[in-house]
């Protein structure tokens, strides 16, 4: 297994992560994510079964849930911990009402689902830690039914992040899309959309009182939308797709 896949071994490190999420910065970051994602699953217009590489805690897909912008879930994850965890919250979220979702163990490496059995794979901040990303794209591609399309983001080494030289064990190592490209283009998926976030946000999230919080996100909403400095944007999601004819790319302003 990957390095990064065995943090949340156990059910206090499982916890430690999930407290991290929920809290108030965790919040605004998960906002940021499901805002970014949803206005990519739009191009694609689908709400059918989506599979979560790396579900966790259920902290990010459960509000793209209550976002209504996927009516199916399947959350697979390689920590029985994070899963346990993912089925508390997913009883606490949800309550009476229980959504279609399915927690699933298993590695993205070798994803457990039979050929073209989904229309869409989300992927939120696990690309970024996988040595192999090759090997991860053409699974998903495998898994991808003709009309199928993945959602994933990765740390930008052009950002201000990368500048100043954050831990990569906290991070992730950073990468960009040129280098993301011929991995993407070798299992047969097709780059479709882009959405930039976190201009400042990640930079500064972890150093700030919480009472500044939401000033910071809408500083970062505005300067984000700026050309000229969306490149330098901590987080970017990709929407991709199998190789068919569908709309051309389009770049999205995302706070």
Do not use: W
Not at 226 to 253: G, H
Request: hydrophobic share 40%; net charge positive; proline share 3%.
């Amino acid at each position: 297994m990957e390095p990064y896949s065995k943090a949340y071994t156990s059910i206090s490190k499982a916890k430690k992560y999930i407290e991290e999420r929920v809290s108030l910065r965790g919040l605004v970051v998960i906002e940021t994510e499901v805002k970014a994602v949803s206005q990519l699953m739009e191009k694609v217009n689908s709400k059918e079964v989506v599979v979560e590489l790396g579900i966790g805690s259920g902290a990010f897909g459960f509000n793209l849930m209550n976002n209504k912008s996927v009516n199916n879930y399947i959350g697979l994850d390689s920590s029985l911990a994070m899963l346990s965890m993912a089925k508390k919250n997913l009883n606490m979220v949800f309550r009476s009402l229980k959504p279609n979702v399915d927690l699933v163990l298993g590695d993205a490496r070798y994803l457990p689902f039979k050929q073209a059995s989904f229309n869409g794979v989300i992927s939120i901040r696990l690309i970024s830690h996988l040595s192999n990303k090759y090997v991860v794209f053409k699974e998903v591609s495998r898994v991808l039914n003709s009309r199928g399309f993945m959602v994933f983001d990765y740390y930008d080494s052009e950002s201000l992040l990368a500048l100043i030289g954050a831990q990569k064990e906290k991070r992730g190592d950073f990468t960009n899309l040129k280098e993301l490209q011929g991995c993407i283009n070798d299992a047969e998926l097709s780059i479709r959309g882009s959405a930039s976030a976190f201009l400042l946000g990640l930079t500064l999230y972890d150093k700030i009182p919480e009472i500044l919080l939401k000033p910071l996100k809408l500083f970062d909403s505005l300067f984000s939308q700026l050309p000229f400095l969306r490149r330098y944007a901590t987080r970017k999601f990709v929407l991709i797709t199998k190789n068919i004819d569908v709309p051309a790319p389009q770049t999205l302003k995302t706070s």
